[in-house]
């Protein structure tokens, strides 16, 4: 258990609503993570940060936004939620080490 | 469960044998390895990790054994035990700190 948590656990929105995933950890770890999984596909990246207002996008990032104002917590943006953004968003940091350990996920559905 | 797909692989086994679960990976510059199991409805949990300079590396019930020249990694679980059921995921780094997924395997252990 790495401390990280991860709210709101379940959400549905409208298509077209903004909707932000929060993130939050107490470890003080430098890299954090946001990632999807939906049947299929597996675990994808959409981005990360390497610090407080640092951040690189991840190989899904369009319709997607983050922002890192404070070590321990690490958002994520839908500007305009669409259908295609129904999924299980889940977080990550990773330690020194290169381990990356994950919160419990979010359940996005978007109708 | 919520966060897995419904064409997984699946591996079957019965309670005692030993496991053996697979992974192809993509990058030969990746230089370090994690297995995870995802059991339905949490997010996934670190069980293993090993560095290219290895090719075998043991934990409590479990190996993980690497081969560089075919770009192989597996998971070896002794003893397999009703609670090991789960999604099991091999991830690959290739060397910018984030992690690219497998697609996961079915663990199904029968009582």
């Known amino acids: 258990d790495a401390g990280i948590t991860q709210s709101p656990r379940h959400k549905v929105t409208e298509t077209g609503t903004p909707v932000t995933l929060r993130c939050h950890q107490t470890e003080n770890h430098r890299y954090m993570y946001w990632y999807r999984q939906d049947p299929g596909h597996g675990l994808r990246l959409i981005h990360y940060s390497y610090g407080v207002k640092d951040t690189d996008k991840g190989e899904v990032s369009d319709g997607y936004s983050v922002s890192r104002s404070k070590t321990e917590d690490f958002l994520l943006t839908l500007e305009s939620a669409t259908s295609s953004q129904t999924s299980v968003y889940f977080c990550a940091i990773m330690r020194e080490s290169y381990e990356q350990y994950f919160g419990p996920g979010t359940r996005l559905t978007v109708t | 469960g919520e966060n897995v797909g419904l064409h997984l692989p699946t591996l079957s086994v019965q309670e005692g044998d030993n496991s053996i679960i697979n992974c192809a990976y993509s990058n030969s510059a990746s230089d370090y390895f994690i297995w995870y199991k995802q059991e339905s409805g949490k997010g996934p949990q670190f069980i293993i990790d090993?560095?290219?300079?290895?090719d075998k590396r043991q934990g409590q019930r479990v190996t993980v054994l690497l081969n560089k020249t075919v770009k192989h990694l597996s998971l070896q679980i002794a003893a397999t035990q009703p609670g090991d059921s789960a999604v099991y995921f091999c991830?690959?780094?290739?060397?910018?700190?984030?992690?690219?997924f497998g697609s996961g395997t079915r663990l199904q252990v029968q009582p």
């Open positions: 090993i560095r290219s300079n290895m």
């Open positions: 991830a690959e780094n290739p060397g910018r700190r984030a992690l690219t």
